[in-house]
């Protein structure tokens, strides 16, 4: 067996018992990067000689009796490129950011060292996490480990394809509108975003910061509870943490959904959603009804203005977050201009992509004088009565289920020049960051293209526990998670 096919309870056990070394681990990521990275291009940087050095370290508190060891010890991870680490540049896949090397960590990255993980690399992404298909990346466009003709998802697609073609052993990203978990369904892993304040900000370069959640993608559902259990918290650096505690989410994975009532809504599971992706969803729901769930067809009906308000209300809170990219203080800085007003544009339009520039100028437009009220203040009404429809499904479900996306990845270049269809693509995920509420992406099906099928399971605030355990309960009675490209098949 691979190590990258084990769980991560399985490494752990197995370093204790010294049948592997930290080492070992580091020299397999780096090598499955070696190996498919040209294929995939999931990773902007990779810090072998920091991973190798702090290896070396953990090996020898390996060898002492007693010593504690981290929640997260010796695993490898990539982290998103907008997540900052200190002393590893984080570019946000921006040439704005091409050579920004932080002086400081964010908070998870802390949370990762003190739990003793080894950071290798930082993943590609949408530029400043904006875009759903990896294509708009300054740098490169990742690719699909189930088919390079294809896209990975993003904004966290070099997350989500590094997970795929097993480059850590866990991997981070942020999710706005489906930044996890819609990457995650089109490569086939598991992607989680908590609850909203369950995870701390601090230290994520800002796109949208009311809709904004960091979370981990993995290959199974248990070393999702694993690593968000290292990551949760609360955070005083952070305006919008919730000081709530942190269940133990391991103990919540007993595999038993018996007497479990599920909403499935019927706006994300009829009209729009392709025929494939549908029937996997409905054969997972009758998997969970012979275990003892129960389900019934729901009706959520304000679901169809989710992604207007959403890109109004995340492009208005983008045009605020980028304004301190001006060339001034750090990142790009245009040398042709006469005067601080002409080097702000030249820079700007130097350093940031076109989409970027589309969701500024659209956010500028909606907050600006004799607009306000018509866009930004309606796309915030429309929020609350997102937020309503989910209150009142819950007052009678436990989770809601339905198609983390409306069908499975599209080709490379298919979507790029149609912004509006490219936006649509995010109905099904949209609405629970609106509603600040956790979700997780797990496998489901593969079409009969060979592109893999995500199924997304929503959970009331803070309840991450359940969504895990009916996660992992689908997950032991079926073999979707198994399932692995051929990049890394053998």
Not at 434 to 458: D, T
């Amino acid at each position: 067996m691979s190590l990258f096919d084990k769980r991560l309870a399985e490494i752990h056990r197995d370093l204790r018992d010294k049948t592997i070394s930290v080492s070992d681990l580091v020299d397999a990521s780096l090598a499955q990067i070696s190996q498919t990275d040209e294929a995939v291009k999931a990773i902007i940087t990779v810090d072998e000689e920091n991973a190798r050095k702090q290896a070396k370290q953990l090996d020898e508190r390996l060898t002492k009796q007693g010593e504690e060891l981290g929640l997260l010890f010796g695993l490898p991870v990539g982290v998103k490129d907008n997540i900052v680490t200190e002393g590893i540049r984080t570019t946000c896949a921006s040439k704005f950011l091409a050579n920004y090397d932080p002086i400081y960590d964010a908070t998870v990255s802390k949370k990762l060292k003190a739990a003793d993980a080894v950071i290798v690399g930082k993943c590609n992404m949408d530029e400043f996490a904006m875009g759903g298909s990896n294509e708009n990346s300054g740098f490169f466009a990742t690719r699909n480990p189930w088919n390079p003709g294809y896209v990975p998802g993003g904004s966290s697609g070099g997350s989500a394809a590094a997970m795929a073609a097993r480059q850590f052993f866990f991997t981070l990203g942020s999710d706005t509108g489906g930044s996890i978990r819609q990457p995650a369904a089109f490569c086939g892993v598991v992607g989680l975003k908590p609850t909203y304040g369950r995870v701390s900000r601090f230290g994520l370069v800002a796109f949208a910061s009311s809709l904004d959640q960091i979370g981990p993608i993995t290959k199974n559902v248990e070393d999702s509870a694993y690593v968000l259990q290292a990551i949760a918290g609360y955070d005083p650096y952070d305006s919008t943490s919730a000081n709530v505690d942190v269940p133990d989410y391991l103990s919540a994975l007993t595999g038993d959904v018996k007497g479990l009532r599920i909403g499935v809504p019927k706006e994300l599971i009829g009209e729009g959603i392709d025929p494939e992706v549908r029937d996997a969803v409905l054969a997972a729901l009758k998997q969970l009804e012979s275990m003892g769930a129960t389900w019934a067809e729901v009706s959520m009906p304000h679901t169809e203005y989710a992604v207007p308000a959403y890109y109004l209300l995340s492009s208005s809170e983008a045009s605020s977050n980028l304004a301190r990219f001006d060339g001034v203080r750090y990142g790009v800085r245009a040398d042709n201009a006469d005067n601080l007003i002409e080097m702000y544009k030249e820079s700007r339009s130097q350093g940031f992509g076109p989409e970027v520039k589309r969701r500024i100028m659209l956010g500028t437009y909606a907050l600006s004088s004799g607009y306000y009220d018509a866009y930004y203040k309606k796309a915030q009404q429309v929020r609350t009565l997102i937020i309503r429809d989910f209150v009142d499904v819950f007052n009678a479900f436990d989770v809601i289920l339905h198609p983390t996306t409306p069908s499975t990845a599209f080709k490379i270049g298919e979507n790029i020049d149609d912004p509006v269809k490219m936006y649509l693509e995010d109905i099904c995920t949209v609405p629970v960051n609106l509603a600040g509420l956790p979700a997780i992406s797990i496998p489901c099906g593969i079409a009969q293209n060979g592109m893999p099928i995500g199924m997304q399971i929503v959970g009331r605030t803070f309840d991450e526990s359940t969504i895990l355990r009916v996660a992992h309960a689908f997950e032991q009675a079926t073999s979707h998670h198994t399932r692995k490209p051929e990049l890394v098949r053998g």
